[in-house]
């Protein structure tokens, strides 16, 4: 009888791993309930505290949108409901570069228990995009109110509003994985990152009209930007009230679909040594 | 050194170690940023040394015996727990484990302090692994063996470092591990909780728990183990039953 309950319990042999990335694959999906645990102390956490912790999510676009207006407004005066084109920018915009910050933040505080107990590492990076999708919906709130505002009408292409979302977060998350597979060993990753940001925010048409950037290195400027695209399918789709081109809808799956493979090969590879460092 | 031939893992054994070898590659100085990398790796810097933590450890433990491992800061103590824990992927050989193995968090370790007490019971249950409904299973016992109950709905930062020790205990002790890894952490918590998390271990035991504690103390290896195995320098000064090799490391530490 002791045999057969021996049979049934599992057996880890370091000898007879599969390959990291399907490990950790199968490893997320039993941990599944940590990922939500995770999402919820992120989200708690946040909210919690303060009277304004959800009104804050709404009024940070809202007031930078604001700024941006009130300066741009006359520089970018071509564009039409400029304040609309803004907040669309800054949605897609904050969630990728929030999401990605996050990433980094999270694996960094996971680092403490990956040194003393056997986790997904990856909980943690998939937990970030969570709160961040939670984040991104909150956000649309505002977004909603300033259309009504002023009178620019949500159409039924804001139905393509959940594959834009799947598409970002598959992009952010790879992004996340590359940027905190390194990080574990160059905490200093993050602050040359926050740069990076900061010039990749003012090359994108998050508040600088695409019309822009266009004539830019005869288009390439965009045509090399992957968040472009994906700025793009979520301004026709909500801003400009058509659908996307499906080659368009076509070309932002391909980039985020590998940008994803290329974070999960990367970080599960990279994962293993994370231990090693001391 | 003890050189046993080892096949696989038989129903005897709960966890087998085959020439097993852990290098950690250390830089020359310690590089802990990218500039600093950068800088470095354009003047050909980046040497490395490798740092044997394990050499060649060949172990088995039995099923359902309390092991000790013993040594000095630095002997590899904490590596061994790591690879077989599976935290760590040994550099070379070969780990075998049966059974989920539970490694004593330490105190608050997975905590978040803005979270309550019943928030940072799921949060730290499923860090260990466990899924949302398991976790419901046991709460009430969580609860009970904790003795905070009063206080479960305050943000765990309003707790006493003797409170939050008692829930993360609570939380680690609620399930019968297969096999059990302990780092010196018993000593935190009153006599009387330490003497309710003994009780809970002895019962783990007689049910089947393989256990593996390591200590500085050659009294408490003496004291709560049958075998025990002294490590130095990453390599195996002896294996056998825990009185002599406690006896061992007493005369040759002077102690």
Redesign the interface.
């Known amino acids: 009888m002791?045999?057969k309950q021996?049979n049934q319990?599992?057996?880890?042999?370091?000898?007879k791993?599969g390959h990291p990335a399907w490990e950790e694959f199968t490893g997320v999906l039993?941990?599944r309930?940590?990922v939500?645990?995770?999402i919820?102390?992120d989200l708690?956490?946040r909210y919690?505290?303060s009277v304004l912790g959800v009104a804050w999510t709404m009024l940070n676009p809202l007031g930078t949108m604001l700024i941006l207006t009130i300066v741009f407004s006359r520089v970018f005066g071509r564009v039409e409901s400029y304040p609309v084109f803004v907040l669309t920018g800054l949605i897609v915009w904050n969630f990728f570069s929030q999401t990605t910050q996050h990433c980094m933040s999270s694996t960094l505080w996971g680092s403490?228990?990956?040194?003393?107990?056997?986790?997904p590492r990856t909980s943690f990076i998939i937990s970030s995009i969570g709160t961040g999708i939670v984040n991104f919906i909150i956000s649309l709130v505002p977004l909603l109110v300033i259309m009504l505002f002023t009178g620019a009408p949500v159409q039924l292409s804001a139905i393509m509003l959940p594959v834009i979302l799947l598409l970002l977060s598959l992009f952010s998350l790879g992004v996340g994985l590359l940027l905190s597979a390194?990080s574990v060993f160059?905490?200093?990753?993050a602050e040359?990152y926050t740069i990076i940001l900061m010039a990749w925010m003012y090359l994108s048409p998050v508040i600088v009209p695409e019309e822009t950037l266009a004539s830019i290195l005869n288009g390439w400027l965009l045509k090399i930007n992957p968040l472009f695209y994906l700025i793009k399918l979520f301004r026709m789709a909500i801003y400009d009230g058509v659908f996307p081109p499906i080659s368009l809808l076509l070309t932002a799956t391909g980039i985020s679909f590998a940008m994803f493979m290329i974070g999960w090969l990367v970080f599960t590879n990279k994962s293993?040594e994370f231990?090693?460092y001391? | 050194m003890s050189k046993q031939k080892i096949n696989n893992l038989n129903d005897n054994f709960d966890i087998v170690l085959e020439n097993v070898t852990v290098s950690y590659q250390l830089p020359d100085e310690q590089v802990r940023t990218f500039k600093e990398y950068a800088i470095n790796f354009i003047q050909g810097k980046n040497k490395k040394r490798s740092f044997l933590a394990l050499d060649h450890i060949n172990l088995k433990i039995k099923a359902g015996e309390i092991f000790g491992v013993i040594g000095r800061n630095g002997a590899g103590k904490s590596t061994l727990l790591k690879v077989i824990s599976r935290v760590l992927i040994p550099t070379k050989g070969r780990v075998v484990t049966r059974g989920r193995v539970y490694p004593m968090l330490q105190v608050g370790a997975g905590f978040h302090p803005e979270l309550t007490g019943r928030e940072n019971v799921f949060l730290n249950g499923t860090l260990l692994g466990h899924t949302r409904i398991e976790i419901e299973e046991k709460y009430q016992d969580i609860i009970e063996f904790s003795e905070i109950a009063d206080f479960i709905n305050a943000p765990v930062r309003t707790y006493s470092t003797g409170m939050q020790a008692r829930l993360g205990f609570a939380v680690a002790f609620a399930w019968q591990p297969e096999v059990l890894i302990l780092d010196e952490v018993l000593s935190v918590g009153d006599v009387a909780f330490q003497q309710k998390c003994r009780i809970r271990m002895q019962e783990y035991r007689e049910n089947g728990t393989t256990t593996v504690l390591v200590s500085h103390s050659p009294v408490l290896i003496a004291s709560l183990c049958e075998r025990a195995l002294w490590l130095d320098k990453g390599k195996i000064v002896a294996l056998g039953e825990s009185d002599k090799v406690t006896q061992g490391y007493k005369t040759k530490m002077g102690v």
């Open positions: 002791e045999n021996n319990k599992e057996i880890y042999d370091s000898s791993r039993r941990y309930d940590l939500f645990q995770l919820r102390r708690v956490s919690k505290r403490g228990l990956f040194k003393k107990i056997y986790l390194y160059f905490p200093d990753i040359i293993d231990a090693y001391v």
